[in-house]
């Protein structure tokens, strides 16, 4: 990746989150989406919102850190972007598994950004239930403790959160094999410079 200006961009939309949840609390806006009741709209605003407290800051403290994360290591347009197919993704899981229930929450993108981070750059140091370590091992411990929550009575969609993963990991890895393709052509490119450098010398010298 070349160089480029940090801009902020998780901890910008994280404050965004806060700001929505914000409404929700103070005008009673509901951005949330049940199948058949809701305009089809509320599915693409969904994971905007929150059911809480406690769901907002978890899904806010993995986008700022993971996110500021990833955003280093690409760009702001790749974060967004990662978010967005992650989180369409465990929304549509969601709805597919929950279709009576109502559908809110960023947790599907934000755990697809951790997932392509993980991927991308495994061996990051990130955090894993307040302990340092590899993003590889951070991410299989957030897979674990979703397949232990699999078939719980409560009201974490597990499942979109699983599936939203599997998307993020799908981005980190598509950008992990365009990079490496990337540095195989500029290592093929210098390769063959150096040999018409050779013979170029070659000529000068026996030829000329």
Known sequence: MKDRQFRFTALIFSFFLALVFLGQTVYGWQPGFQAGVSPLWKFFTSFLGHSGPEHLFNNIFFIALFGSIYELMTDEKTLMGTFLISALVGNLTAFIFFPNSVIIGASGGAVGILAALAVYRPNKIGLVFGVPAPMWVVLLGYIAL??????AENNVAYEAHLFGMFAGAAVGLYLRNSEERAQEDSE???EEEEWRDRIRRWEEKWMM
């Open 146 to 151: 979703n397949l232990l929550g699999l078939g």
């Open 188 to 190: 093929n490119d210098l």
